[in-house]
């Protein structure tokens, strides 16, 4: 048996599958994550809770008290999907899925989400960019979670319905702990944070610019640049190793990395860390996919990967990640893979990758 030199030897996490493809890429990230509690000895205690649209049908709100309280009481939680298609085409539900997640992230204070963007060498052939501009790109994009136009207020229509409005506001102090977050990160990487604005438009974006001019002067050893958003979604595809560490308010934060996700080859591979004040949350930046919900095809791989973000980031366990980073490439090398990433040959079932891996980990 491995043992690891950590000191946390016990393991508590909250479980949320939510909606969707959700229980079924959970239920593989969770297989794995024994697998590694077996090999390193630690001791795994999880426990279950509602969240989305499966929440709101139990018990009518999407984020209930006891699932918050179970996060709350967890080292980390380890999220699957929510949405459901009955909501998405009925602008007028008073209660959506998608605010127990935003309920979620504001209640857990989880200001910084982490997706990391790299590519995997069996995989390059399948991103519709061309290889020699992806090969070897290895970027990180911070998403602020907890502002901007996705909490602002106000936010609905006038009374006639016929004029609607969000507010897009962020404060210093939000703009600030941020960006001193990407270049932590920055500086544990390769030096370079891209902040990434509309200040040519928008005033929340003149506030991100000016905080970062007087920021960037206290990391003397990291390069600042600054990049209009319509350039970045841009230069993501057209020169994606330019980049290191690239963070941006909410909204961006959410088109870019669903873009960013195709350089990786499939949106089911990107993982994610959302962090913040509270337990950390971990997730698939992919959705719900509710036409594949039951039907044994989704990737699990983006929810395994977000495990060994848990591993890494909640429990300081790099050796842990790293094993199941390990698992994931060679499972890839094997082409025991899922049909969104399969070539011509055989795509295997979501339980069959699942099973694979761990048992690459047990081994
Ligand atoms: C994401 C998702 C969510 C978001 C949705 C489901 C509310 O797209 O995590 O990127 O927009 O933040
Ligand atoms: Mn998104």
New binding site residues.
């Given amino acids: 048996m491995n043992k690891s030199k950590n000191s946390i030897k016990i393991l508590n996490i909250a479980v949320l599958p939510g909606d969707g493809i959700g229980p079924e890429i959970v239920e593989q990230a969770l297989n794995v994550t024994k697998a590694v509690c077996n090999k390193f000895g630690h001791e795994l205690k999880y426990e279950f809770a509602i969240v989305g649209a499966c929440a709101i049908d139990a018990v009518g709100e999407p984020y209930p008290k006891a699932t918050h309280d179970l996060c709350m009481k967890s080292d980390a939680v380890l999220f699957g999907a ?2 459901d298609p009955k909501y998405d085409n009925n602008p007028a539900a008073k209660v959506r899925p ?1 605010q127990g ?2 309920k979620m992230r504001k209640d857990l204070g989880l200001y910084a989400n982490i997706r990391p963007v790299t590519t995997f060498p069996s995989l390059i052939h399948k991103s519709p960019l061309r290889a020699e501009l992806i090969d070897g790109a290895d970027f990180m994009c911070i998403r602020e979670l907890t502002g901007g136009m996705y909490f602002g207020r106000p936010q609905g229509r006038s009374e006639d319905g016929n004029t609607a409005y969000d507010t897009c506001v962020y404060t210093r102090e939000e703009v600030e702990r941020i960006l001193h977050l990407a270049y932590k990160y920055a500086g544990q990487r390769n030096k370079k944070v891209t902040i990434v604005d509309k200040a040519n438009v928008l005033a929340t974006s003149r506030l991100w610019r000016q905080i970062g001019q007087e920021i960037a002067p206290q990391y003397p050893e990291i390069e600042t640049e600054f990049m209009f958003v319509d350039n970045a979604a841009m230069r993501i595809i057209q020169w994606p190793k330019s980049f290191d560490v690239l963070v941006t308010e909410n909204l961006f934060g ?1 088109i870019l990395t669903d873009e960013a996700s195709v350089i990786t080859g499939s949106l089911g591979m990107l993982p994610s860390a959302s962090v913040g004040i509270h337990t950390s949350v971990f997730e698939p ?1 992919h ?1 719900s996919y509710p036409q594949a919900t039951g039907k044994n095809i989704a990737n699990p791989l983006a929810t395994i990967l977000s495990a060994a973000l848990m591993f890494e980031y909640a429990f300081g366990m790099i050796e842990e990640g790293a094993l199941i980073r390990e698992a994931v490439t060679a499972s890839m090398d094997a082409k025991i893979v899922t049909e969104d990433i399969a070539d011509n040959e055989k795509a295997y079932s979501t339980t069959d990758v699942g099973e694979w891996i761990v048992n690459y980990i047990s081994k």
Wanted: proline share 0%; no cysteine.
């Fill in positions: 929510i949405g998608e997640l935003l959410d930046i959705g």
